[in-house]
């Protein structure tokens, strides 16, 4: 797994209405003090065009994926890690957040390695059989 080799990171999302529209904001920013930037979904887009009206939350659906992406790819900067992983991730994680969300690099970090050794231990089963 790579890791940036900046310090650790923060990311949260609000939802947040404006006029007649429901806006989903998300934020990073590097711990303890840097300056807080909205997280942008275009380097994910990139790799898989999902939703192109921006991130969601909260449910299994297609900007959920978007989000679930976008944080993986930028935690681990390796396309291929955030595309076999970015599903499992939305449903793990992405689809149980609410109104307010709040994550780590870290936190991430642990959830890949959680789920590396699940397949690993698949594919050793798998291979006794």
């Known amino acids: 797994m790579t890791a940036k080799t900046h310090p650790e990171t923060r990311y949260w999302g609000i939802r947040v209405t404006e006029g007649p ?3 989903m ?7 303890p003090d840097g300056e807080s930037t909205e997280l942008s979904p275009d380097p994910s887009l990139k790799l898989r065009d999902h939703s192109p009206d921006g991130f969601q939350w909260g449910y299994g659906g297609a900007g959920p994926a978007q989000l679930a992406l976008a944080l993986l790819l930028d935690v681990t900067t390796s396309p291929d890690m ?4 970015y599903q499992d991730f939305k449903f793990d994680v992405v689809a149980a957040w609410g109104e307010e969300w709040e994550i780590t690099s870290q936190e991430i970090l642990d ?3 959680r789920e590396e050794t699940r397949e690993l ?3 050793v089963m798998s ?3």
């Open 82 to 85: 955030a595309q076999a992983y």
């Open 127 to 129: 291979s006794r059989n």
């Open 25 to 31: 904001e998300v934020y990073k920013q590097l711990l």
């Open 21 to 23: 529209w429901l806006v």
């Open 121 to 123: 231990h698949k594919s």
């Open 111 to 113: 959830w890949l390695g």
